[in-house]
């Protein structure tokens, strides 16, 4: 029996809506044919967006979506991709497989499609072999509402009024990919490449993104802080609102992966315990991130975070194409669970990537489409979005296959909305055992509960020929004694309880 203490009357803070967000790059087929077919496909799109896919993603509820990588993004030259499409100049997407880039999706088509998920805006910028100019201009053209070059340019291209965009990074990984540059070298750049990202709509300022560590990369997050906060006045907190961080989970390591479908229940554990170090980083980095930001004013932003498995057998080993089973979704609950519970510090987090690539909430094929295990766990969690986190605490056992990866049979996250429900959201971790649960509350007494499940064999995925293998079922065999409410989790399972 595990018993789950929640202290309602205990709030903890705002759970950010961006906690829930996504990242699309272009890379293999998240973008072309996973989000953008053209207007002339045979596939059902509004504008070129493929209708299925944006329907789904809204009844997701997407908050926010980062574009164009990534590596990617530091290869970006945007100027490449506006215009009459005939005209876009193509290019070698070098990262991603050395496929012919085309442009034809590029800053418009950017915008369209968030405006069509009804999300905010997040676009990284070129600061590995882009220049400052470049990154002012894109800028400038992006959000600039009076007269200029850029705004001229922008309404020649057909669009008369600025856009808003919410979340600007400046550069991706400089620490690789994105110019292999030392903390304090990238650090200079940042000083430089950020004062030129003007805020034209002071209604709307761009919260500023300045590139993190790669998983405990401390004295990458410690080098980029001291050099940002040398001689920066304490109100401009080393001139950012926002420090990324990037952590995958390999569960047999970044050479091996390991298959994506075929695996043991050691690796099972392996994985869930993998997922679960996220923790140990957002607390580690952030005691970083305290001795120069001690009142938490700069965000925790894991905009790339997801399982990343080998890819799927005959596809292009560029292209990062993985099928995803009940243990991403596992990974998936776990992760949204630990950065709601330190909401306090993590203000955004985007998984990788959207559709078709690494640990996707939508997997196509031509025409067709399937939601995965990882879509149904965010959206079983869309109720933790912009809700405020609960005091909760879970009394379990810890279980594995082996000492190294030892992990807490349940876990969860608590928050309430403004609606005055209150959403928990828990999983058993167990590759085999069900577990009887005791849920407590401080003072509450239940008048309402209501409850989803999502559970399935640890292996079980959904395909192109059985895209119903797994999926949301409504739950509801709760006995409840006074204020306390009694249930059995399924092994392997991810569930939503909603009370009030
Ligand atoms: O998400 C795939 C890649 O992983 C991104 O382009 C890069 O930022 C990271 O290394």
Redesign the pocket.
């Known amino acids: 029996m595990a018993k789950l203490v929640v202290n309602e009357t205990k709030e903890l803070g705002k759970i950010q809506e961006e906690i829930y967000g996504h990242f699309a790059?272009h890379?293999g087929r998240c973008i072309y044919e996973g989000l953008y077919v053209g207007e002339d496909s045979v596939i059902p799109n509004r504008n070129g967006m493929r209708t299925d896919v944006v329907e789904a993603l809204k009844e997701m509820k997407i908050p926010v979506l980062r574009w164009p990588?990534?590596?990617?993004a530091d290869e970006y030259h945007w100027k490449d991709g506006i215009g009459p499409k005939e005209n876009r100049k193509k290019m070698i997407n070098t990262?991603w497989g050395g496929v012919v880039e085309d442009n034809s999706f590029g800053t418009h088509e950017f915008m369209e499609l968030c405006e069509q998920l009804g999300c905010k805006t997040y676009i990284n910028g070129n600061l590995g072999s882009g220049t400052v100019q470049e990154m002012s201009e894109w800028v400038e053209y992006l959000t600039f509402d009076g007269i200029s070059p850029m705004a001229d340019l922008r309404k020649r291209n057909g669009h008369e009024k600025a856009w808003k965009v919410d979340y600007f990074g400046v550069g991706?990984?400089n620490w690789?990919?994105g110019g292999n540059m030392t903390p304090e070298h990238y650090a200079n750049e940042y000083r430089r490449y950020q004062t030129y990202v003007r805020n034209y709509n002071p209604e709307h300022p761009i919260y500023k993104i300045c590139g993190g560590a790669n998983v405990d990369d401390y004295s990458w997050t410690k080098g980029v802080l001291e050099t940002t906060h040398r001689n920066c006045l304490p109100a401009f907190h080393g001139l950012m609102d926002g420090l990324s961080l990037?952590y995958y989970v390999h569960p047999e390591g970044w050479e091996l992966k390991g298959s994506a479908t075929d695996f043991d229940e050691q690796v099972w554990y392996k994985t869930l315990a993998k997922a679960i170090y996220i923790e140990t980083l957002i607390k580690r980095h952030s005691s970083v991130m305290d001795q120069y930001d001690p009142d938490k004013k700069i965000g925790m932003i894991v905009d790339?975070w997801g399982c990343w498995f080998k890819v799927e057998p005959g596809t292009n080993p560029g292209f990062?194409y993985q099928q995803n089973t009940m243990r991403d979704a596992l990974v998936a609950g776990i992760s949204l669970n630990i950065f709601n519970k330190n909401c306090d510090r993590v203000k955004m987090a985007n998984i990788?990537?959207m559709v078709n690539v690494?640990q996707s909430v939508i997997l196509t094929e031509g025409e067709k489409m399937v939601l995965t295990p990882t879509y149904h766990v965010f959206h079983m969690y869309q109720k933790h979005q912009n809700a405020t986190l609960l005091e909760s605490h879970v009394v379990t056992e810890k279980i594995g296959a082996s000492e190294e990866y030892m992990v807490p049979k349940i876990h969860e996250s608590v928050s309430k909305g403004e609606d005055g429900w209150i959403t928990l959201t828990i999983s058993n971790l167990s590759a085999n055992a069900n577990e009887r649960m005791e849920l407590i509350f401080s003072d509450l007494k239940v008048k309402e509960i209501t409850g989803q499940i999502l559970s399935a064999p640890i292996h079980a995925h959904n395909t192109f020929e059985a895209p119903e293998t797994v999926g949301r079922k409504n739950f509801d065999k709760f006995e409840q004694n006074g204020n306390v409410i009694c249930f059995t989790l399924p092994p392997h399972s991810v569930m939503e309880i909603r009370v009030r």
């Open positions: 790059e890379l990588g990534g590596c990617f990262h991706n990984e690789g990919c990037h790339e990062l990788a990537q690494l």
